[in-house]
């Protein structure tokens, strides 16, 4: 009998990805659509959300003309992932949008913020979340009080508001559906942990109808059908990027934590139980249903892939990416860089905070300078993430930043753990394909490469100094 092949679905925030995968999560074809963004002001990042319709039809379309009409019918199932946090307003008549994507780096109602201080303990009582303009709701607010086209919708009883994950899904899928997952759904503010659904306290709080959200169901479900090519195959996995990459190896371990580093850098660490101190740390529903729920203890660095964009115009350097490794050999003296870039993460939490040079060099130890602020931050996540849950015995890295070895060993040395990298860097994708194989048993890793702690004393330094330098410009 013909072994089964499963489509992943990955919707980025620089490109849209399709990718075949066989039984043994090797990629047999690929398929990949750039897409935009636009930044209409310093707190404002958005995309088109028509055009991130059109780039998935178009990414099953690639990846499907490079494999022949056998390999097409042996397509069992398919899963997609999308950037959570991202939030879109659309029609339910017609699925036309009716706001830009709001992207998860977007702090546009960074504003509103504080008409809600006073329910910030409530808010994370009941989400896990800190109150914070990333996540939806004070997007979805937003889009409210400012965008005709919304309020127009809302008044005549045809608005949907929710997750990019939920709108791709009601463009996409055959028939019509109106639903969300729990990953996607969880990094709205409105979704309750112990309900497991929306919250309507949550919803009072910051206006939002429901009637306008999409229904939450399982992360593994049948959500109906993707058109491809003449046949349709069945969509049975929605979830979040990250919560996908995280099983990209197979099932997740707890003494584990798992960072996916694009244009944002996120850690995860799986929970046997909920920890009596998560610090200034998140909760994040991974997977719900088919008895595979899995909570995760989670930290966020926005400026990480986003840094580098940020370094290669400010420094007029546009190879700064792809230098990673020859600028951090050169040995000559850098800076350190306080980067607040897309706002401060954990363990920081601010909207904004510094983007600037601590001291002088050349544009090389400038961009190197860069580089190092995201291992630094990524560093005080870990710290955070082995002080709540526990030592930890090693590192799986992925996404694109992660393909720089010399980035990858600066992460072994400043936290002195084991570093892993899966062969397969498409960590979102993989991931996708063993849960629409149904979590296999027998799921191979996939190989890769491990980078050992060394003992880098200028890096340690380096961060020692600039571990003092960034609370003292936080706080001041």
């Not at 995309?47 to 390999?71: M, Y």
């Not at 004070?138 to 309020?151: F, N």
Request: aromatic share 6%.
């Amino acid at each position: 009998m013909p072994e089964p092949l499963y489509l992943a679905l990955d919707q980025g925030g620089q490109s849209t990805r399709a990718v075949l995968f066989d039984p043994s999560g090797t990629a047999v074809a690929r398929g990949r659509v750039a897409v935009g963004q636009s930044c209409p002001d310093a707190t404002a990042v958005e995309q088109d959300a028509e055009e991130l319709a059109e780039s998935l039809r178009t990414a099953i379309a690639q990846v499907l003309g490079a494999v022949g009409t056998e390999a097409r019918m042996r397509i069992a199932a398919a899963g997609l992932a999308t950037q959570r946090s991202s939030t879109v307003c659309w029609d339910t008549r017609t699925g036309a949008a009716l706001s830009p994507v709001l992207s998860w780096q977007d702090r546009r109602a960074a504003a509103l913020m504080r008409a809600y201080e006073d329910r910030a303990p409530l808010i994370a009582k009941r989400t896990g979340l800190r109150l914070s303009p990333h996540y939806g709701a004070p997007k979805m607010r937003w889009c409210l009080d400012h965008l005709p086209a919304v309020k127009a919708a809302q008044k005549a009883g045809h608005l949907a508001m929710g997750p990019l994950a939920s709108f791709l899904a009601f463009r996409t899928l055959t028939p019509r559906a109106l639903i969300v997952d729990p990953a996607n759904a969880a990094r709205t503010l409105l979704w309750g942990r112990e309900r497991q659904d929306w919250d309507s306290e949550l919803l009072d709080i910051f206006g939002i109808p429901w009637e306008t959200l999409p229904a939450c169901v399982p992360t593994c479900h049948s959500f109906g059908a993707v058109p491809a090519g003449g046949a349709f195959v069945p969509l049975t996995v929605l979830t979040g990027d990250q919560a996908a990459a995280l099983y990209c190896g197979g099932a997740p371990r707890t003494d584990t934590i798992y960072i996916n580093i694009g244009t944002g850098a996120f850690l995860q660490r799986p929970l046997q139980r909920w920890p009596a101190d998560p610090g200034r740390l998140l909760w994040s529903a991974a997977t719900r249903g088919g008895g595979r729920d899995l909570d995760v203890l989670e930290g966020t660095v926005n400026g990480a892939g986003a840094a580098l964009t940020w370094g290669s115009e400010a420094l007029a350097y546009p190879e700064l990416a792809g230098d990673c490794d020859r600028l951090l050999a050169d040995r000559d003296p850098r800076p350190l860089f306080l980067n607040a870039v897309g706002g401060l993460g954990s363990p920081y939490w601010r909207p904004d905070g510094p983007v600037r040079f601590e001291g002088d060099g050349t544009k090389a130890a400038k961009a190197a300078a860069i580089i190092e602020s995201v291992v630094f931050l990524i560093q005080e996540n870990i710290e955070a993430l082995c002080a709540a849950a526990g030592p930890c015995a090693a590192l799986v890295v992925t996404g694109g930043l992660a393909t720089s070895d010399g980035l990858c060993q600066a992460l072994a040395d400043t936290s002195g753990i084991l570093v892993r990298r899966p062969a397969e860097h498409e960590a979102t994708a993989r991931g996708l394909a063993f849960l629409a194989a149904g979590c296999p048993g027998d799921w191979p890793t996939g190989g890769g490469d491990v980078f050992h702690a060394t003992a880098n004393a200028p890096l340690r330094e380096r961060h020692e100094r600039w571990r003092m330098l960034m609370p003292a410009s936080v706080d001041g």
